[in-house]
Protein backbone atom coordinates (compact mmCIF):
# COMPACT_ATOMS: atom_id res chain seq x y z
CA UNK A 1 0.00 0.00 0.00
CA UNK A 2 1.45 3.11 -0.92
CA UNK A 3 0.77 6.41 1.75
CA UNK A 4 1.20 10.05 0.08
CA UNK A 5 1.24 12.50 2.94
CA UNK A 6 0.34 16.27 2.19
CA UNK A 7 1.28 18.75 2.19
CA UNK A 8 4.59 18.19 1.79
CA UNK A 9 5.78 21.39 4.19
CA UNK A 10 3.32 22.93 6.35
CA UNK A 11 4.57 26.68 7.53
CA UNK A 12 2.56 27.81 10.78
CA UNK A 13 2.79 29.68 13.79
CA UNK A 14 2.87 27.95 17.47
CA UNK A 15 -0.82 28.39 18.80
CA UNK A 16 -2.39 27.67 15.45
CA UNK A 17 -3.79 24.01 13.96
CA UNK A 18 -1.94 21.82 11.96
CA UNK A 19 -4.22 19.13 9.66
CA UNK A 20 -2.13 16.79 8.12
CA UNK A 21 -2.99 14.32 5.56
CA UNK A 22 -2.07 10.63 4.31
CA UNK A 23 -3.90 9.17 1.70
CA UNK A 24 -3.96 5.41 1.08
CA UNK A 25 -3.81 3.66 -2.41
CA UNK A 26 -6.16 1.30 -1.14
CA UNK A 27 -8.14 0.38 1.82
CA UNK A 28 -6.33 -0.31 4.87
CA UNK A 29 -7.23 -3.15 6.86
CA UNK A 30 -9.87 -2.33 10.08
CA UNK A 31 -7.85 1.62 10.41
CA UNK A 32 -4.87 -0.07 10.74
CA UNK A 33 -2.69 3.31 10.14
CA UNK A 34 -0.30 4.87 12.95
CA UNK A 35 1.77 8.50 12.62
CA UNK A 36 5.00 9.36 14.27
CA UNK A 37 6.45 12.73 14.73
CA UNK A 38 10.17 12.93 14.00
CA UNK A 39 12.75 15.48 15.13
CA UNK A 40 16.43 16.18 14.19
CA UNK A 41 18.69 13.21 14.53
CA UNK A 42 16.18 11.49 16.57
CA UNK A 43 13.67 8.04 15.94
CA UNK A 44 10.37 8.00 15.51
CA UNK A 45 7.93 8.48 17.88
CA UNK A 46 4.78 6.61 17.77
CA UNK A 47 1.38 9.28 18.37
CA UNK A 48 -1.34 7.31 17.43
CA UNK A 49 -2.12 4.61 16.63
CA UNK A 50 -5.36 2.47 15.15
CA UNK A 51 -5.96 5.73 13.32
CA UNK A 52 -6.78 7.66 16.14
CA UNK A 53 -6.08 6.19 19.66
CA UNK A 54 -3.10 8.11 21.29
CA UNK A 55 -0.07 6.09 22.31
CA UNK A 56 1.08 6.93 26.03
CA UNK A 57 2.12 9.79 27.25
CA UNK A 58 1.18 11.90 23.74
CA UNK A 59 -0.83 15.50 24.94
CA UNK A 60 -4.39 15.48 23.80
CA UNK A 61 -3.88 18.18 21.26
CA UNK A 62 -2.58 15.44 18.77
CA UNK A 63 -5.93 13.53 17.39
CA UNK A 64 -5.91 11.18 14.56
CA UNK A 65 -9.25 10.51 12.44
CA UNK A 66 -9.78 8.59 8.94
CA UNK A 67 -12.68 8.67 6.34
CA UNK A 68 -12.30 5.93 3.96
CA UNK A 69 -8.40 6.18 3.02
CA UNK A 70 -7.70 9.41 3.93
CA UNK A 71 -6.32 9.70 7.10
CA UNK A 72 -5.90 13.09 9.06
CA UNK A 73 -3.53 13.73 11.86
CA UNK A 74 -4.89 16.78 13.77
CA UNK A 75 -2.55 19.10 16.45
CA UNK A 76 -4.54 21.41 17.78
CA UNK A 77 -2.79 24.38 19.13
CA UNK A 78 1.02 23.85 17.71
CA UNK A 79 3.46 24.18 20.53
CA UNK A 80 6.97 25.42 19.67
CA UNK A 81 7.93 21.79 20.38
CA UNK A 82 5.63 20.46 18.30
CA UNK A 83 7.58 21.62 14.87
CA UNK A 84 8.98 18.43 13.23
CA UNK A 85 8.18 15.78 10.83
CA UNK A 86 5.56 13.48 10.91
CA UNK A 87 4.70 9.94 9.34
CA UNK A 88 2.08 7.88 8.75
CA UNK A 89 2.28 4.13 8.52
CA UNK A 90 0.12 1.22 7.88
CA UNK A 91 -0.07 -1.84 9.14
CA UNK A 92 -2.35 -3.51 7.76
CA UNK A 93 -1.02 -5.20 4.77
CA UNK A 94 2.11 -6.39 4.17
CA UNK A 95 4.84 -5.12 3.68
CA UNK A 96 4.23 -2.09 6.13
CA UNK A 97 4.38 0.91 4.87
CA UNK A 98 5.28 4.59 5.66
CA UNK A 99 4.53 7.74 3.53
CA UNK A 100 6.75 10.45 2.49
CA UNK A 101 6.40 12.70 5.46
CA UNK A 102 5.19 15.99 6.28
CA UNK A 103 7.32 18.83 7.99
CA UNK A 104 5.93 21.17 10.00
CA UNK A 105 7.59 24.80 10.72
CA UNK A 106 7.61 27.52 12.29
CA UNK A 107 6.40 30.46 9.75
CA UNK B 1 10.19 0.89 30.20
CA UNK B 2 12.39 -0.69 27.41
CA UNK B 3 15.29 0.29 25.38
CA UNK B 4 16.68 -0.81 22.67
CA UNK B 5 20.44 -0.06 21.20
CA UNK B 6 21.81 -0.80 17.95
CA UNK B 7 25.46 -2.03 17.34
CA UNK B 8 27.87 -2.22 14.36
CA UNK B 9 30.04 -1.32 11.92
CA UNK B 10 29.31 2.11 10.32
CA UNK B 11 31.26 1.25 6.95
CA UNK B 12 30.34 -1.67 4.90
CA UNK B 13 32.11 -2.02 1.60
CA UNK B 14 30.20 -2.54 -1.68
CA UNK B 15 29.37 -6.34 -2.58
CA UNK B 16 29.49 -6.89 1.37
CA UNK B 17 27.36 -8.07 4.61
CA UNK B 18 25.82 -5.48 6.53
CA UNK B 19 25.73 -6.64 9.95
CA UNK B 20 23.91 -4.95 12.70
CA UNK B 21 22.58 -6.10 16.19
CA UNK B 22 19.89 -4.70 18.37
CA UNK B 23 20.36 -5.11 22.32
CA UNK B 24 16.80 -5.06 24.08
CA UNK B 25 16.76 -4.13 27.94
CA UNK B 26 13.56 -3.33 29.95
CA UNK B 27 10.76 -5.18 28.03
CA UNK B 28 7.93 -6.90 30.60
CA UNK B 29 5.47 -7.71 27.65
CA UNK B 30 8.64 -9.98 25.88
CA UNK B 31 6.71 -12.50 24.61
CA UNK B 32 4.14 -10.62 22.66
CA UNK B 33 6.68 -8.38 21.08
CA UNK B 34 7.48 -8.70 17.25
CA UNK B 35 11.51 -7.33 16.81
CA UNK B 36 11.83 -4.94 13.43
CA UNK B 37 13.96 -3.12 11.82
CA UNK B 38 13.49 -0.16 9.86
CA UNK B 39 15.75 1.68 7.72
CA UNK B 40 15.87 5.68 6.65
CA UNK B 41 17.26 7.41 3.95
CA UNK B 42 17.27 10.85 2.10
CA UNK B 43 16.02 8.98 -1.21
CA UNK B 44 13.76 6.75 0.16
CA UNK B 45 12.38 7.76 3.49
CA UNK B 46 11.14 5.03 6.16
CA UNK B 47 11.94 1.82 4.91
CA UNK B 48 10.55 -1.82 7.36
CA UNK B 49 13.18 -4.16 5.99
CA UNK B 50 11.51 -6.85 8.48
CA UNK B 51 10.93 -8.55 11.64
CA UNK B 52 10.91 -11.67 14.26
CA UNK B 53 9.27 -12.91 16.67
CA UNK B 54 10.10 -13.16 20.60
CA UNK B 55 10.57 -17.06 19.95
CA UNK B 56 12.68 -16.99 16.52
CA UNK B 57 9.83 -18.99 14.93
CA UNK B 58 8.45 -16.86 12.46
CA UNK B 59 9.91 -14.00 10.20
CA UNK B 60 8.30 -11.50 7.81
CA UNK B 61 10.23 -9.50 5.29
CA UNK B 62 9.79 -6.90 2.83
CA UNK B 63 9.64 -8.28 -0.48
CA UNK B 64 11.90 -5.36 -2.00
CA UNK B 65 14.73 -6.92 0.23
CA UNK B 66 13.65 -10.97 1.17
CA UNK B 67 16.76 -12.08 -0.96
CA UNK B 68 19.06 -10.51 1.16
CA UNK B 69 17.82 -9.88 4.35
CA UNK B 70 18.22 -12.57 7.59
CA UNK B 71 16.68 -11.44 10.80
CA UNK B 72 17.97 -13.69 13.84
CA UNK B 73 17.36 -13.34 18.10
CA UNK B 74 19.51 -14.74 20.90
CA UNK B 75 16.90 -14.78 23.73
CA UNK B 76 19.83 -15.42 26.24
CA UNK B 77 21.77 -12.48 25.19
CA UNK B 78 18.44 -10.09 24.89
CA UNK B 79 19.55 -9.15 20.99
CA UNK B 80 18.31 -9.76 17.67
CA UNK B 81 20.60 -8.89 14.84
CA UNK B 82 20.08 -8.13 11.20
CA UNK B 83 22.41 -9.42 8.40
CA UNK B 84 22.09 -7.41 4.55
CA UNK B 85 24.18 -9.21 2.13
CA UNK B 86 25.64 -7.70 -1.64
CA UNK B 87 25.22 -4.44 -0.59
CA UNK B 88 25.04 -1.43 -2.62
CA UNK B 89 25.11 2.83 -2.15
CA UNK B 90 21.51 2.77 -2.36
CA UNK B 91 21.68 0.53 1.32
CA UNK B 92 23.38 3.58 2.97
CA UNK B 93 21.30 4.57 5.80
CA UNK B 94 20.24 5.18 9.47
CA UNK B 95 19.32 1.65 11.04
CA UNK B 96 16.94 1.46 13.46
CA UNK B 97 15.48 -1.64 15.61
CA UNK B 98 12.19 -1.14 17.19
CA UNK B 99 9.50 -3.14 18.86
CA UNK B 100 6.43 -4.42 17.56
CA UNK B 101 3.91 -5.80 15.99
CA UNK B 102 2.40 -3.82 13.13
CA UNK B 103 3.45 -0.60 15.08
CA UNK B 104 6.64 0.84 16.83
CA UNK B 105 5.93 2.15 20.21
CA UNK B 106 9.92 1.81 20.81
CA UNK B 107 12.66 2.70 18.77
CA UNK B 108 16.90 2.47 18.90
CA UNK B 109 18.75 5.96 18.39
CA UNK B 110 19.85 4.72 14.82
CA UNK B 111 23.24 3.95 13.39
CA UNK B 112 24.38 5.49 10.43
CA UNK B 113 25.66 2.96 7.93
CA UNK B 114 27.47 3.78 4.65
CA UNK B 115 27.91 1.59 2.26
CA UNK B 116 31.40 2.71 0.76
CA UNK B 117 34.51 1.12 -0.36
Redesign the interface.
Known amino acids: IVLTQSPGTLSLSPGERATLSCRASQSVISS?L?W?QQKPG?????LI?GASTR??GIPDRFSGSVSGTDFTLTISRLEPEDFALY?C?Q?GN????????TKVEIK | QVQLQESGPGLVKPSGTLSLTCTVSGDSSSSSSWW?WVRQSPGK????IGEINHSGSAN?????LKSRVTISIDKSKNQFSLKLNSVTAADTAVY?C?RG?????S????TLVTVSS
Do not use: V
Open positions: YAYQAPRLYATYQYSPLTFGGG | SGLEWNYNPSYAPNYFDWGQG
